[in-house]
């Protein structure tokens, strides 16, 4: 069952990276943000419950099940891109997306409403469950407020709609665009007695589908209206910016809640422990999911015969391989190696840290397919080779035309932005969840010798160049925009951060292993040492002479 639900969020993951494919811009990340936490939230919520909770196999909970997939189906189906998603007014799919994350929600509440009524045996599951259906107060509430703006963008723009025809109708006026006019449109028809550039409101979409007059071109690149197309005055950010605050909010509790928690493992009256062994394994497909959106980027894509193109291609699919072999390797597989076992603290900051690096990972792999697209469409940045590229929009899964209308130079240079500032913060997510697991202190201790005590420079040159590799991403974009060298340089960074990790290993080897490793040859080895001392006395007692201690400090006497 957890692998079909999985399925859902890796739909949610190609529909967000449409987002930033259509224009990347920051008010495609605010949108990429609003849609990414909510519905994935969705998804930790419902390991939350089962890594602490066991509900019936009878149809009344799968039939519960059955209705949360297709509230979740809801979900991912309306993330849309920008121009879509911020006109309410015109577009229903930012309210839908409202309205499932509010349903999906409430479903929740009713989860951890069954557990508060019909758990048996542990006072502290009722506690629990009263304390998470509480924390749900808060960011339903501004799901709802979101869902309720958006709802009346939509039905008072349509009753708008219909009175302004019906009272058009009965003035006997008449549109600029007739109904035969549309006909022509729709079948690509250029006609000298119809001006497509003369339509207004709902109209813009036929001048698209026709993609025949130089009007469409030139709209699209110098920003006129469309439904498809650019940033208008009937967009609004209102909607996302509820929803996202809905999540901080949820963020923000979960974090107050944890620090006022009683110390010294008293917060278990308060708290149904989570299986961590379990949500290791979950979050482990769950990176997976990520990842994969990655694959799905670099593999549904126009192909382009350039050898650049297929340089960069290689590069990706190599730099997504080694991402997830440097996660794994980073990450402990023993729950007793885990933040989530060592303390509350630890596990939520490893947690929090696991939405942002998954956030992350999407954009990284978003931005190879957008490296990819420049060069099946670099060289065609004029308007007239533009319509010729409209006319394979609809075998463009992604919809990769929305980038196209800003200029050659300013697109690469949003694209590289995104290419580095993703994988910068991937480096440090990743990093600063090594450091949840065994912290500075620790980590810092490996520098040390055991013996001296003194500071390795060899570890101090690591951990600087650790870092050093860190702002070197993050500032990549500063001057280099040109897709192959930034994908060269993207999979040249992930391999040296592995080396340096292995590097690390090698010099200063401090893994949990290798620490067990040492207890138990100190153990072994002390038992090794107890046993030949007594098995000395056996030896001196079997031959007669017995050692005993002298209280009178005058030596030892035989017997």
Known sequence: GSLFFDLFFVAMAYNLANIVRQDPSATSLLYFAGCFFPVSAIWTDKLAYDARFFTRDDVLHRVFEIIGLITLGAAVL?????DILSTPSK?????????????????????YLEVFIWVEGEPAAKRSALRDMGFKILPISFYLAATIYSGLEFFQSKNDDAHRYLAEAASNSTYDCSDDAHRRWLAGEESSTVDPCACVDG????????ASSDCEVDGYASGVSSSYGDYTS????????????????????????????PPGGNHKQYTVPMNVDFTIHRYGEWTMLMLGESILSLLIVEVSRSSDYYVAFYSGILSVVLLQYMHFRSQPHSAD???????????????YLMQFYSAALVLLGTTY????????????????????????????????DGALKYALADRRQREAHFFSGSMAVVFFCCDAMILTHRDFKTNLGRCRCSKTKKTKLLGIVILLMRVGTIAFVASVSQYVTDPKALSLIGLGAILFEIVLRFAAAVVFPSDQVHVDLEEKKCEMEAKEIAEQEEKERHDEYVSGEVIVDDHDGEGPDKE
């Open 203 to 210: 109209d813009e979409g036929h001048r698209w589908l026709a």
């Open 78 to 82: 309306n993330i849309r891109p920008v």
């Open 91 to 111: 577009n229903p799919e930012i309210f839908t997306f409202c309205l499932a994350i509010l349903f999906a929600n409430i479903l929740t509440v009713v989860r």
């Open 369 to 400: 397919k957008m490296l990819l697209y420049e060069f099946v469409y670099g060289d065609y940045s004029d308007d007239g080779h533009r319509r010729s590229l409209f006319g394979h929009i609809p075998r463009w899964l992604a919809g990769a």
């Open 337 to 351: 190696d885990h933040a989530m076992r060592k303390s509350k603290e630890r596990g939520l900051a490893w947690s």
């Open 234 to 261: 009937d967009s609004t950010d209102i909607p996302i910016i509820l929803m996202i605050a809905g999540i901080g909010c949820a963020l923000c509790l979960m974090f107050l809640w944890i620090f006022i928690l």
